[in-house]
């Protein structure tokens, strides 16, 4: 049954990293997969829990570090062998020795840029609004002391009264409807 018009999911509220872990973890058994924690300090169980476990930044980085790397050699070779040659005591036009130190400088500043902006881009940041915002308990105890499970209404096995009957039985504080 598809969801209902204007839900985005339903969201659990946990009172201990433990309970939420476990929902997660037995949410995840069960075959969902579009579900997500929320806790107001890093739990690394969570993540595992719900299957999270693809780090794209350090690829990005190398990227960034490849083009800047590449970009600089370019740029030197291009100046010093076609746009404005200079014959200085008999040496040669390309002497790749001298271009080291600035490749490895646009190196280091192509990989630090690209690590940055690559986090915010592939976490959807900077984001002004999520659906979450519109449930009162998130709102109040996400920052604090909740902890809470999100069963996303995209998700095939979602079914408004059967997802919340399946919420209910990991014996949550609530079971809200967030809209969008």
Known sequence: MPPREGTYGLLAEFDTPGDLIRAARQARLDGWRRLDCYTPYPVEEAAEAIGFHRNKVPLVTLVGGLIGLVAMFALETWVSVWAFPLNIGGRPTYSWPAFLVPAYEWTI????????????????????????????????????????????????????????????????????????
């Open 109 to 180: 500043l192509f990989a630090g840029l690209s690590a940055a902006f690559g986090m915010l881009a592939l976490n959807g940041l900077p984001a002004l609004y999520h659906p979450l915002f519109n449930a009162p308990n998130f709102r109040n105890g996400a920052t604090t002391d909740k902890f809470f499970l999100c069963l996303e209404a995209l998700d095939p096995k979602f079914d408004l009264s059967k997802t919340k009957a399946y919420l209910e039985n990991f014996k949550p504080v609530s079971v809200v409807e967030v809209e969008y």
